[in-house]
Every structure is written in C-alpha cells, then in structure tokens.
C-alpha cells in the first residue's frame, strides 16, 4: 500500500512519515502544493494524506486538480482550523475525509486504513481470537458462553472488533459510537469500556481489551 | 427631582410665561385703571362746571335731582354743599348723615382733592366711588361718582386677562414637551440601541439624525468610541485566537512524536510518555475550547445551520450517556420536564447542555443529586440545572461565567471555560445562561422558543 503525505509543516510530516512506515505502509511525502500534485498525478497511490493550508499552491486547489486529471484516489484532509466551513469545502472539493488539527496518529492511522478499506465487503461475524461478534443478531459470545450486553456496549465492542488489532481513540469511540464528540465524554468511555471487561475478559483468563495509555483502546487476541 | 428632561423643561417653560404674562397683565390693568380714573375726573370736573351756574340759585336742588337721577342707572352721583361757616346747604340723599366719606375739609386756598372711597351701601367694600372736594366761590363742594361701571369692566377684563394668561401658559408648557419630546426622541433610540449592542454586533452603530444638533453629535462621538473599543476588543481577540491556532501544529507534532514512541515499545507507553501525552491531550482540550469561546463570542458560530429541536430529548440523550459518570460518582442524576422546541444547531446545544451537566456532576458530592428540568416559562425555552453542592454566594453568581474562574469547590479541576462556552452558546441564540443559588446552585439555559 501506497501513500502520499503533502504536509509543509515538518514536524507534522516527519511523525505521520514515519508512523505511516512503521504501520507497514509505503510513503512519499511532499512539503508543498505543486510537488503534491505533480506526485499525485504521476504515481498509482493507495491513499492521500492533504494538508490544506500549503505553501505555493494550497490544499483545495490540489484536490481540484487531482480529480479533474482523473484520480479517484481516496483523500484524507488535514486542517489546522476545525471549523465547519473547512470541513465542507473539503468534502466538496472531493476530499473522503477530514482530520482537524491537533489529532491523534492512531486516529489518523485509523482514518487511513478506514479509506483503503473502503468498499471491500464487511463481514457481519466478526472474531477476536475465541470472541464471536455476530452483526446481523447482535449477540456476542466468548468461548461459547452467551455475552449479556446492553445496547451501548454491544455498540462500543462492535466498533472495538472492526478495529481489531487497532488502536481507537476516544475521540474516535465518542464520534462513532455516540455520534457525538465532548472532552466529558472520555470518562463515559473509559466507564463502558470498564463495564466491557467486566464481562468480556474478567471471567476469562486472556485478555482482549487492551489499554494504550495516552492514545486508546485496542481489542486484540494478542496483546 | 423628576428624571423626565421633557418635563422639567415643560415646567421652567410653563413658569416663565406665567411670571411673563402675570407681570404684563399686572402693568396692563394699572394703566387701564389709572384712564379710566382720569376719565371719571374729568366727569366729575363736567359736573362741577354745570355746578357753578346753579349754584346759589333756586335751581340748585332741581339740579342736584336732575344729575343724580341722570348718574342713578349707572353711575350714581354723590353730593354735599356747606357754606362757608361749614352748615349744609344741599346733599344728595345717598351720603350718609355723618356727612360725605374721607373729606378733609380743605381750606379756600388749596387745590381741588380727589380721592376714592368705599361705597357707604357696599357690604364688602368692594364698590368704591370717585370723589372730588373743592371750593367754588363760598361754597364748599364735594362731589362723587360710583365706580360701579369702571369696577365692572376692570373686573371683567381681568378675569379675561388671567384665563388668557393660563391657556398661553398650558399651551407654552405643551408645546415645550412637545418640542423636547420631539428633540429628545433620538436620545431614546440612542438608548435602545446602546442597550442591543454587544461586543460581536460588528458594525451596528448608534443611530444618526443627521441633523448635527447637540444630540447628532453625540452620536457621533459615542460612534467613534465604540468603534475604537470595538477594534481594540478585535485585535484583544484576534491575538488570543492566533495564540491558540498557533499552538495546534506543535501540539500535533509533539503528540505525534510521543505516540509513535509509546507504540514503538514493546509494553506501550512508559509511564512518563503516557502522562506527557497526556498532558499534551488537556492542552489541546484547553486550546480548542479557547478556540470555540473565541469563535462564540466574535459571532462566528452565528452562520450554523439551524434546526428543529426538542430541548427535552437532547437533555434526556445526553443525561442518559452521562449516567454513569454520575453513578460511579454515586450521584444521582435526573431529567424531567415537557417537550419544547428551539431551532438550533444541535451540536452546540448539546455543547451547552454538556458543560451545564459536567460543571454540576464536579460540584455534587457522593450521596447528591443533579437535576435537570426542561419546559417553557416566561415565552421561553428554559432548561434549569440544579446540583447538590454547596451553592454560590451572591458575588460568584456572576463571576462563574468568567472566563477561567474556579471556585475550586467542586472536584475535578474544570478547563474555568465550559460555562463561558455555555452562555456564549446561548447568547448567539439570543438567550443566555444565568445562575441563582436556591440552596445548591441552579443554572438556567434560555433559549428562544422555536418559531
């Protein structure tokens, strides 16, 4: 897998290059307009990693130019400003999605790998070492026994599974599994995803559920 | 004294012209009085030429009955002859028997005497007669007109002069509330629009006449300060706003950093790493909150998309997610109310609610109870969120909704923004957010009815 990093901003290149490298990706990085668009018009990338805000020939402009010469190439969109506007422009400029400033690697790492799966099939049962998730009748069990979960927490460990052996931020648990995004949030999080392991790995020996300090959560048979 | 300037100026104008026109009509009836004197004396000169021929003739008290039955209708005639050893000779029947009223009895050497008495019949005084003492030849002569006629039309033409002199006086003070009313009716709109101005309405001015009387100019230098606040106030912002941007892009590369080390050891962050990024996370919380204060109060967040909501399930949702924060703080946390509809952008309304909820959730102690009750009072869509804390004295109540004041009650330290971000919230809304303290604190979100 492919991927291109047009970012002026060193410091903000520099860790995405490297965090895209070492989660197995191959990356070009580009620190201005004109050169991200002249890579991206040459080269079959995978996915695009944009930040808007570049210098010679900015972000939106570069967008443009990409889908008017033909590339359907998925686009992650950085901002330094959250703001709606932004967001919108983006997405109407053909950006697939938006990551404002400051994030998360894990979440753009996320976003990412997100993108590139876009379109292949989702299973609906899916399976962390022996946790069985079964989409279509929401029920999960572990090693055969019947997991009693609510509402809430069948959502959290469904997005927990899509995400297997990936680390999610709060932020990303908040907005998905909430469809809402507050700071007072985290603490619900860090509650439910309590309540989980009370029933998904206290009566088991091997844990799933596993904490990544500073960064999130990750659900993996492998720790 | 009264607050009114239209009625002040109304006053001193109604006094001026009474002390005006009082002083005219005091100088016009003086001067009506002293003619019409002058001319009764002239009458009573005619008379006593007509005198002189009948007197010391037989024709005397014919004359004497004739000249009072002439005066009689109107102008009743007095008279009172004596010779010169000062015995009667002839009086009219209308002088009294101690002879005629106020004569000094004059010597033949000295100038005729006018003078004015009261009328010998009047009850109260108030009828006077003119009257005229002199000698003619031997005969001591005093002779006098009732003033009945004169008195009658002094009187009437005063009574006339005074109502006059009212009305112009009433008509003065109108016309002078009047006019102030009129020049002072800019001030009032000057005054509406000062109280709607805030510091985010961009460009609304005080309203001009345009005239540049004393008022227009006012104006004018109240426009200029208030622009110039406004621009100090802008640049105040802009400086916090660039500050606060310019810290994403480190905070991003720093968090970045630390991240991919945490995740490039084997057992995930050591202990110090964890806390930086940590850290670093509460820095880009405070840093994104300060962002959205500053997007709230220069009235960015006014071009969101509005829609209908129902206060009362965006309070029940968010009550329900919150919960169990509550509960593990073994508060309790409920949500009553009836359905109201706003039309707002649902995100920050949520916002709003959230940061009511988490200021009350950190300010209840174990065994406490936070409340949330929805409903329409007052013409407005209200939400009220009570805790179980200790409460706010009077002059906290304003100053929680500053930005990073801490009461450091609560537990848990706050950013010291999410009730700014509240109110800011309510108030791009046209509502606000206030705070009483019934006993623990009550926090109401006001927003306008949907409509």
Redesign the interface.
């Known amino acids: 897998m492919r991927v291109l990093v047009v970012e002026d901003e060193l410091r903000v290149r520099s860790f995405v290059e490297r965090g895209l490298r070492e989660a197995g990706f191959a990356v070009d990085a580009a620190a201005d307009g004109e050169d991200g668009l002249r890579l991206g018009l040459v080269n079959p990338y995978d996915a695009i990693v944009l930040d808007l805000m570049l210098p010679r020939r900015d972000g939106l402009s570069v967008l443009r130019e990409l889908r008017s010469g033909g590339r359907a190439t998925p686009v992650l969109v950085l901002s330094a400003r959250d703001e709606v506007e932004d967001r919108v422009r983006g997405l109407d400029a053909g950006a697939d999605d938006y990551l404002p400033k400051p994030f998360a690697f894990a979440e753009l790492l996320a976003r990412v790998r997100a993108l590139l799966r876009r379109g292949t099939a989702r299973p609906s049962l899916l399976e962390v070492g022996d946790l069985k998730v079964d989409l279509l009748s929401r029920k999960a069990e572990r090693a055969g026994v019947r997991l009693d979960l609510t509402q809430k927490e069948f959502a959290l460990l469904e997005y927990l599974a899509r995400h297997a052996g990936e680390v999610v931020t709060r932020t990303m648990i908040s907005e998905h599994v909430w469809d809402m995004n507050f700071d007072s949030f985290s603490n619900v999080i860090d509650v439910y995803i309590r309540y989980l392991r009370r029933k998904i790995d206290e009566p088991f020996e091997k844990k799933l559920i596993h904490t990544r300090r500073g960064v999130g959560y990750m659900l993996s048979a492998t720790p | 004294m009264n607050r009114s300037i239209r009625l002040r100026i109304a006053l001193a104008v109604f006094t001026v012209v009474v002390s005006l026109v009082a002083l005219q009509i005091v100088y016009v009836l003086q001067r009506f009085q002293h003619t019409f004197i002058e001319e009764v004396d002239d009458r009573l000169e005619e008379d006593l030429g007509d005198l002189r021929i009948v007197l010391g003739t037989d024709q005397l008290s014919q004359w004497i009955a004739q000249t009072a039955g002439e005066h009689r209708r109107e102008d009743e005639f007095f008279i009172e002859i004596r010779d010169r050893e000062n015995r009667l000779v002839a009086r009219s029947t209308n002088v009294p028997d101690s002879g005629f009223p106020g004569t000094r009895g004059i010597d033949r050497s000295q100038k005729p005497l006018y003078w004015t008495f009261p009328h010998p019949r009047s009850r109260n005084g108030a009828r006077e007669v003119r009257a005229l003492e002199t000698w003619v030849g031997d005969w001591h002569v005093c002779i006098g007109i009732s003033l009945k006629e004169v008195q009658r039309w002094y009187w009437g033409l005063r009574k006339n002069l005074v109502t006059s002199l009212l009305a112009i006086a009433v008509l003065g003070g109108l016309s002078a509330y009047w006019v102030a009313a009129r020049s002072l009716r800019p001030v009032a709109q000057i005054a509406a629009q000062a109280r709607s101005l805030g510091g985010s309405n961009e460009g609304t001015l005080l309203p001009r006449t345009g005239s540049g009387d004393e008022i227009d100019r006012l104006a004018a230098v109240l426009n200029d300060l208030l622009s110039r606040i406004r621009a100090e106030v802008l640049r105040v912002r802009r400086l916090t706003a660039d500050a606060a941007?310019a810290l994403?892009?480190?905070?991003?590369?720093i968090?970045?950093?630390?991240?991919?080390d945490?995740?490039?050891s084997e057992s995930?962050?050591s202990d110090h790493?964890?806390?930086?990024?940590?850290q670093v996370?509460d820095l880009?919380?405070f840093?994104?909150?300060l962002?959205l204060l500053e997007?709230l109060e220069s009235g960015?967040g006014e071009?969101?998309a509005r829609e209908r909501l129902d206060l009362l399930t965006h309070a029940q949702a968010l009550v329900d997610?919150?919960r169990?924060?509550a509960e593990?703080r073994g508060v309790s946390l409920e949500c009553h109310g009836e359905s109201v509809a706003i039309d707002a952008d649902a995100?920050q309304i949520?916002?709003a609610i959230?940061?009511l909820?988490?200021n009350a959730l950190r300010h209840t102690e174990s065994g406490g109870k936070v409340s949330v009750e929805v409903g329409e009072r007052g013409g407005w869509a209200e939400l009220a969120v009570v805790d179980g804390g200790r409460g706010l004295p009077g002059d906290q109540l304003e100053r929680v909704f500053e930005r990073f004041y801490s009461t450091r009650a609560g537990t848990g330290a706050g950013t010291g923004l999410g009730l700014p971000i509240a109110r800011a919230i309510a108030r791009s809304y046209g509502g606000d957010v206030t705070a009483t303290s019934p006993g623990g604190a009550r926090f109401v979100l006001r927003l306008p009815l949907a409509g």
């Open positions: 941007h994403r892009t480190p905070l991003t590369a968090r970045g950093h630390l991240e991919l945490a995740a490039a995930g962050a790493v964890a806390v930086a990024i940590e996370d880009v919380r840093v994104n909150r962002l997007k960015l071009s969101l997610h919150l169990v924060i593990e995100t949520r916002q959230v940061n909820l988490d």
